[in-house]
């Protein structure tokens, strides 16, 4: 970022009205205040701070390793000083990462075949696009509005990742003083409200698209699969413009597209969590002052407690969403305590602002499900059991056996006692492994079990 040339040195009669001057120093191009505040730090800046900003200087407060009190005086930040390489960087890694995942877990591309022909990767474009459209448009509406209130803000950055979206997300960082209410409610609302703006329209494409085709290889598989549950929102778009979200037919799948829609629904959910550095920890301290901190103790509480309720009530795993809950009960926790960014005016809202606020709310909660992820610990395919050289052809094991075992599979699935749910590809079949399965391997010789 390139600074301003300040228009001339720190008011320095402004900050000895609330401030018992020592020493000045200048460091790294910062003019530093030693001394004893003769106000609260909040005050102090309130009072210094619109002659700094006038001067063209960015204005904050610390303390020495002497414990003694210091203002900090540095030049404001405007545009963009040189190649933003570390952004650039961070952009081109989640480009490849995200077309990595995209095309080896969501368009199920064999590895064999990239290796052969890379650019055989390109088909996941769609997905990348999808992914990264959505989380830079909502650090983008960030940025925009940080630029247009004057604040220094940097550029996003996008974080690359692995399995199963190929990004951490997105975040960028406020560097100056948030001059007002006004400001840092803005801010922070243009984020989920642009990024909800991608989303719908990634989610509309996503959904008008034809249906992928799961190839028989990926049919045939046995193991865990994770399933990722609609959100409201997402059920509403599919039902405004009459589309589907799952096929009758096996070998079909919803365009990878939708999962680009899905991340931005919950990025938006979990970003507006009303405590600390987050979205929703900004507005609503622009919309409450600093009743906005008695709101962020609760939230690391319910989301213990929605953890505990889904482990301890619903008998979920630790994999299937009450993880995930947990995390982020803990990582609130540590936000909590860091708080919002305080404005320099703490003039109230307008009615206005106020409902948009209580509006972007709204359409986070249709964001939010108990349980977004879960995770199948057993996915059955008859045709691949069948096939299993496991279930044959060994000591005590044989064709009439294997008969047996199909014959009570079938049997179990006709009763109304055993649960099992269609997900595109597989059914869930977990009654019949403990019923079933489990007890057929106890029969079994020294070899080799079977693929769980």
């Keep these: 970022m390139g600074a301003v040339d300040p228009a001339s040195d720190p008011p320095v009669e402004t900050l000895q009205s609330v401030f018992h001057l020592y020493e000045t120093r200048r460091e790294d191009g910062r003019v530093v205040f030693y001394g004893e505040s003769l106000v609260p730090e909040q005050m102090l ?13 960015e204005v904050e407060f610390s303390s020495s390793a002497a414990n003694e ?8 930040e405007t545009g963009i000083d040189g190649i933003p390489w570390k952004n650039i ?10 077309l990595l995942v995209g095309a080896f877990t969501w368009y199920y591309i064999p590895v064999s075949a990239a290796i052969e022909n890379p650019l055989v990767l390109l088909r996941a474009l769609p997905f990348t696009a999808a992914v990264l459209g959505v989380l830079m448009t909502h650090e983008l509406g960030h940025y925009l509005m940080g630029r247009y209130h004057g604040v220094d803000v940097s550029l996003p950055y996008v974080l690359p990742f692995i399995f199963p979206f190929g990004t951490l997300g997105a975040i960028i960082q406020i560097r100056g003083q948030m001059p007002d209410r006004k400001a840092l409610f803005d801010i922070g609302v243009a984020g ?7 989303t719908t329209c990634v989610t509309i494409i996503g959904l008008t698209q034809s249906p992928i085709t799961i190839p028989a290889r990926a049919l045939e598989q046995s193991g ?13 778009l599919a039902m405004f413009i009459g589309e589907p979200t799952t096929y009758a037919d096996p070998r079909a799948s919803v365009s990878p597209i939708i999962i680009g829609g899905w991340l931005g629904m919950f990025f938006t959910l979990l970003n507006l969590l009303p405590v600390g550095q987050l979205d929703g920890g ?3 301290r622009a919309m409450l002052g600093g009743m906005q901190e008695r709101v962020a103790v609760i939230v690391p509480v319910s989301l213990f407690a929605l953890a505990g309720y889904l482990h301890y009530i619903q008998g979920y795993a630790l994999n299937e969403s009450v993880g995930l809950w947990m995390f982020w009960g803990l990582l609130s926790t540590f936000i909590a305590f860091k708080g919002p960014a305080n404005p320099v005016d703490e003039q109230p809202l307008g009615l206005g602002r106020f409902l948009i606020g209580l509006a972007t709310f709204t359409l986070g909660a249709l964001c939010f499900l108990l349980v977004p992820i879960e995770v199948a610990t057993m996915w059955i395919n008859l045709p691949s059991v069948l096939r299993d050289p496991l279930f044959a052809d060994r000591s005590g094991w044989n064709t009439l056996s294997t008969m047996m075992l ?17 997900h595109n590809n597989a059914l869930r079949l977990e009654p019949v492994i403990s019923e079933v399965v489990h007890p057929i ?3 079994l010789d020294n070899s080799r079990s079977p693929s769980y």
């Excluded at 009190?69 to 404001?76: E, G, L, N, S, W």
């Excluded at 865990?224 to 509403?236: A, G, H, R, S």
């Design 45 to 57: 800046i309130r009072e210094v701070w619109p002659a700094f900003r006038q001067a063209g200087y």
């Design 69 to 76: 009190d210091v203002v900090i005086a540095r030049p404001m």
């Design 89 to 98: 960087g961070l952009f081109v890694s989640t480009v490849i990462s995200t």
């Design 192 to 198: 989920p409200l642009a990024g909800l703006a991608a």
């Design 224 to 236: 865990q699969m994770i399933i990722f549950n609609n959100p409201p929102l997402l059920d509403i």
């Design 282 to 284: 900004h507005i609503l």
């Design 406 to 422: 199909v014959s009570r599979l079938c049997s179990l699935l006709e009763t109304e006692d055993v649960s099992f749910r269609s």
């Design 441 to 443: 391997r106890s029969t």
